[in-house]
Nanobody, 123 residues
């Protein structure tokens, strides 16, 4: 069964760091662009970061540029989101998503989703 499983969320203070991980069993991992989205209470789900199949190209939401880094390890079927200088407005459920070949900021383009991991940042 194809699935994505996130881990690494938690409760941290403003200014702290967290690294989210997502392991994939969706087909041949290196054929899928990967992305992280997040959804805060009362808000729509939004794109955070995405990475191309090779890892050579990355894209970030303006709100996280310079603080978050997406990376992948195609030998381990893993994608990561390193989050530094976390702020209370980063509090959300973070989702890993996979899409064949090309990445996108549009969540409707992603077929595979994880169950999400909660990140809570206290001030």
């Amino acid at each position: 069964q194809a699935q994505l499983v996130e881990s690494g969320g938690g409760l941290v203070q403003a200014g702290d760091s967290l690294r989210l991980s997502c392991i994939s069993s969706v087909g041949t991992f290196s054929n899928y662009a990967m992305a992280w989205f997040r959804q805060a209470p009362g808000n729509e789900r939004e794109h955070v970061a995405s990475i191309s199949v090779s890892g050579a190209n990355t894209y970030y939401a303006d709100s996280v540029k310079g603080r978050f880094t997406i990376s992948r390890d195609n030998t381990k079927n893993m994608v990561y989101l390193q989050m530094n200088s976390l702020q209370p407005e980063d509090t959300a459920v973070y989702y890993c998503a996979a899409r064949p070949v090309a990445g996108s900021k549009d969540e409707s383009q992603y077929k595979y989703w994880g169950q999400g991991t909660q990140v809570t940042v206290s001030s």
